[in-house]
């Protein structure tokens, strides 16, 4: 018969044939360190998104509203990371990093947005601006 191992420590385990953890201890080192790491995942991202966000923000309150792509890039910014996106009835998609969103056009450009009102649908608010 297989002799089965503590799933933290690796020690063979005596007793009941379901058993998985010699103690509480190993246990709850275990559940803690899945914890962590799954935790550390979400912090990541998290932390991305507030980059974004960031980056965005700096630039609007300077009073740019466009820029390039690949200065995003440079600063750090990541385009996988947004919270969430519309479709302007120009059909460009528009992300956001929180209220602060972008709509990248087909030469590269980056119009950027600020949604005072991230309750209401981005995408019915901009059909004022593009009709
Ligand atoms: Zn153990």
Same mark, same amino acid.
């Given at each position: 018969?297989?002799?089965? $191992? ?5 020690? *063979?385990?005596?007793?009941? %044939?379901?058993? +998985? ?5 190993? +246990?709850?080192?275990?559940? @803690? ?6 935790? !550390? ?9 507030? =980059?974004?966000?960031?980056? /965005?923000?700096? $630039? ?5 509203? !466009?820029?390039?792509? *690949?200065?995003? /890039? ?5 385009? #996988?990371?947004?919270?969430? #996106? %519309?479709?302007?009835?120009?059909? &460009? ?13 087909? @030469?590269?450009?980056?119009?950027? $947005?600020?949604?005072? @009102?991230?309750? *209401?649908?981005?995408?019915? =608010? $901009?059909?004022?601006? &593009?009709?």
């Amino acid at each position: 018969m297989k002799k089965k $191992l503590c799933q933290e420590c690796h020690t *063979i385990l005596i007793g009941r %044939s379901d058993k +998985k953890f010699c103690d509480t201890y190993c +246990k709850t080192a275990f559940h @803690n360190k899945n914890y962590r790491n799954n935790h !550390e995942k979400i912090r990541y991202i998290n932390d991305q998104l507030k =980059k974004n966000r960031q980056i /965005l923000k700096v $630039l609007s309150d300077a009073g740019i509203a !466009e820029t390039q792509r *690949i200065k995003l /890039l440079n600063a750090g910014f990541q385009f #996988q990371y947004i919270t969430h #996106q %519309s479709t302007a009835s120009n059909k &460009f998609d528009v992300r956001f990093c929180y209220e602060f969103g972008y709509m990248e056009t087909l @030469n590269g450009q980056v119009i950027i $947005l600020y949604d005072s @009102n991230p309750g *209401i649908d981005y995408a019915d =608010k $901009l059909k004022l601006s &593009f009709n």
